[in-house]
């Protein structure tokens, strides 16, 4: 009847169904009762309900139903009642591997004749809703939401996860302090396997594309080519700096690492100085350019390439490294350590290793020193130019200028994290980076300022200790 399928730790088996096991005593009639209608459910999902559990929880019933030529047949009756525990292990799996999805309460199948009725219970996430529910209703949370759903997708691609339909419906968002915090539902027939290859990513990402013009008209808000864009740069950035990590890390020898640790950390600030420097002078020399253009472009394609301050020309030049991965894959080697570790597993490095024995502690505690970094970054530290093209009045340039000061900084203090740490206790290191960041970061935020020079310094100084954390990160993870 359950053939196949594998009772997760703290859950037990209850006839054809999976309970966690500190809900073991909850019965039948609360798992299945009618409850009330979720806000924003769509599609095969609209059946989706609000369980008032005993014990004060609240849950979200999935009621599975049949698509296709079958639904009228046999409607929500199914002839496998192991396809919700399935569906259980794949959410368990992905929140092992640090993939932010929904917890599981319940995974139920009860005989209807000689099929089977089924329903899969995740924990109610207060405040949430679907991805296009909320850019529909929180417009001013599109760009933060798109971004972290990017990010997420990526992240459980390289954590295995193979889906047959996914489509946005299969995020949730909900408005947190930081921003939009995002998570997976309604993972169906999906299952775990290796870190997920390119063609294969690129396929569900396609039918994803295939789905949001196909129901266009009914989404709750309309998808631009901008969120598009935004999503798959979040989606490449999501695994791109960890693996480049481990592959330097692995590499170079080990009395370089300070110093390549911070050249990893300053890297990113790198670009982000170039682009600052070119966005002030396309300003200077935007004429130039456009009769350069005009030698080789239509003339509707060079006035939409140099529109509103040439920002489509930034863009492209954002895009430039991404033709380095060509030869990254043509001519960096894979580092003698990953050959061994492959030879000394027969199945080779698994995601889920990350998360048993020993090894699970230090992912917790390497995890949550990254997010410190990335909470201060993101969270605040990239918003600085928009604010202080506030405090200009509109002043030309401004944000070239001030994200110029924050790269400048953030370059410097990368570089000087790797030797620092060197020198002192590493742990010492780390606390000095976290306190003078967040003096720095008060100073500039909660004291009263104005555009100009002391806008600059600190600016200036808040990138670069919010940002030395990326030249720690790298020398102290592989470790």
Same mark, same amino acid.
């Given at each position: 009847?359950?053939?196949?399928?594998?009772?997760?730790?703290?859950?037990?088996?209850?006839?054809?169904?999976?309970?966690?096991?500190?809900?073991?005593?909850?019965?039948?009639?609360?798992?299945?009762?009618?409850?009330?209608?979720?806000?924003?459910?769509?599609?095969?999902?609209?059946?989706?309900?609000?369980?008032?559990?005993?014990?004060?929880?609240?849950?979200?019933?999935?009621?599975?139903?049949?698509?296709?030529? =079958?639904?009228? &047949?046999? *409607?929500? !009756?199914?002839?496998? #009642?192991?396809? %919700? $525990? @399935?569906?259980?292990?794949? /959410?368990?799996?992905?929140?092992?591997?640090?993939?932010?999805?929904?917890?599981?309460?319940?995974?139920?199948?009860?005989?209807?004749?000689?099929?089977?009725?089924?329903?899969?219970?995740?924990?109610?996430?207060?405040?949430?809703?679907?991805?296009?529910?909320?850019?529909?209703?929180?417009?001013?949370?599109?760009?933060?939401?798109?971004?972290?759903?990017?990010?997420?997708?990526?992240?459980?691609?390289?954590?295995?996860?193979?889906?047959?339909?996914?489509?946005?419906?299969?995020?949730?968002?909900?408005?947190?302090?930081?921003?939009?915090?995002?998570? =997976?539902?309604? &993972?169906? *027939?999906? !299952?775990?396997?290796? #870190?997920?290859? %390119? $063609? @294969?990513?690129?396929?569900? /990402?396609?039918?994803?594309?295939?789905?949001?013009?196909?129901?266009?008209?009914?989404?709750?808000?309309?998808?631009?080519?901008?969120?598009?864009?935004?999503?798959?740069?979040?989606?490449?950035?999501?695994?791109?700096?960890?693996?480049?990590?481990?592959?330097?890390?692995?590499?170079?020898?080990?009395?370089?690492?300070?110093?390549?640790?911070?050249?990893?950390?300053?890297?990113?600030?790198?670009?982000?100085?170039?682009?600052?420097?070119?966005?002030?002078?396309?300003?200077?020399?935007?004429?130039?350019?456009?009769?350069?253009?005009?030698?080789?472009?239509?003339?509707?394609?060079?006035?939409?390439?140099?529109?509103?301050?040439?920002?489509?020309?930034?863009?492209?030049?954002?895009?430039?490294?991404?033709?380095?991965?060509?030869?990254?894959?043509?001519?960096?080697?894979?580092?003698?350590?990953?050959?061994?570790?492959?030879?000394?597993?027969?199945?080779?490095?698994?995601?889920?290793?990350?998360?048993?024995?020993?090894?699970?502690?230090?992912?917790?505690?390497?995890?949550?020193?990254?997010?410190?970094?990335?909470?201060?970054?993101?969270?605040?530290?990239?918003?600085?130019?928009?604010?202080?093209?506030?405090?200009?009045?509109?002043?030309?340039?401004?944000?070239?200028?001030?994200?110029?000061?924050?790269?400048?900084?953030?370059?410097?203090?990368?570089?000087?994290?790797?030797?620092?740490?060197?020198?002192?206790?590493?742990?010492?290191?780390?606390?000095?980076?976290?306190?003078?960041?967040?003096?720095?970061?008060?100073?500039?935020?909660?004291?009263?300022?104005?555009?100009?020079?002391?806008?600059?310094?600190?600016?200036?100084?808040?990138?670069?200790?919010?940002?030395?954390?990326?030249?720690?990160?790298?020398?102290?993870?592989?470790?």
């Amino acid at each position: 009847m359950m053939r196949g399928v594998r009772v997760p730790p703290s859950y037990v088996r209850r006839d054809a169904s999976v309970v966690r096991a500190d809900l073991v005593a909850v019965p039948d009639a609360a798992w299945w009762a009618e409850g009330t209608a979720l806000e924003g459910a769509r599609g095969r999902g609209a059946g989706v309900v609000v369980l008032d559990l005993p014990g004060g929880l609240r849950g979200v019933a999935r009621t599975y139903r049949r698509g296709g030529a =079958l639904a009228a &047949l046999l *409607r929500e !009756r199914f002839a496998d #009642p192991a396809r %919700p $525990a @399935r569906e259980l292990g794949t /959410l368990l799996a992905l929140r092992a591997a640090n993939v932010a999805a929904v917890e599981p309460l319940a995974a139920l199948a009860r005989r209807d004749g000689w099929l089977w009725r089924l329903r899969l219970v995740t924990a109610l996430v207060e405040g949430a809703r679907p991805l296009p529910a909320l850019i529909a209703a929180r417009p001013d949370l599109r760009r933060i939401a798109v971004a972290r759903a990017g990010a997420l997708v990526g992240a459980a691609f390289a954590a295995g996860l193979v889906h047959p339909d996914l489509h946005p419906d299969n995020l949730i968002a909900a408005p947190r302090a930081d921003g939009v915090e995002v998570w =997976l539902v309604d &993972l169906d *027939r999906a !299952r775990i396997g290796p #870190p997920v290859p %390119p $063609a @294969r990513r690129i396929a569900m /990402l396609a039918r994803m594309a295939r789905y949001l013009e196909r129901h266009r008209a009914t989404l709750p808000v309309q998808p631009t080519r901008t969120d598009a864009l935004r999503f798959l740069a979040a989606l490449g950035m999501g695994g791109e700096w960890a693996l480049g990590v481990a592959l330097v890390m692995e590499i170079w020898p080990t009395k370089s690492r300070p110093l390549m640790a911070g050249m990893i950390g300053a890297a990113a600030n790198v670009g982000f100085l170039v682009v600052a420097l070119v966005s002030l002078g396309l300003n200077n020399v935007i004429t130039g350019v456009g009769g350069f253009l005009d030698l080789v472009l239509p003339t509707a394609a060079v006035e939409a390439l140099l529109a509103n301050g040439a920002w489509r020309m930034l863009f492209l030049l954002g895009a430039v490294p991404a033709f380095m991965t060509l030869f990254i894959r043509l001519f960096v080697p894979e580092s003698e350590r990953w050959h061994e570790a492959v030879k000394k597993s027969a199945e080779g490095p698994k995601v889920r290793s990350l998360f048993q024995g020993s090894q699970a502690r230090r992912t917790v505690v390497g995890a949550a020193l990254g997010a410190v970094a990335l909470l201060g970054t993101w969270g605040s530290v990239q918003w600085i130019p928009s604010w202080g093209d506030k405090l200009s009045g509109g002043l030309p340039g401004a944000r070239g200028v001030l994200q110029m000061w924050s790269a400048v900084g953030a370059i410097l203090f990368s570089l000087l994290a790797g030797v620092l740490a060197d020198k002192l206790n590493r742990r010492v290191t780390y606390f000095l980076l976290c306190t003078t960041s967040l003096v720095a970061c008060a100073i500039l935020f909660r004291l009263p300022m104005s555009y100009g020079q002391g806008l600059f310094f600190w600016t200036f100084l808040v990138g670069g200790l919010s940002a030395s954390f990326y030249g720690w990160l790298p020398l102290y993870l592989p470790e």
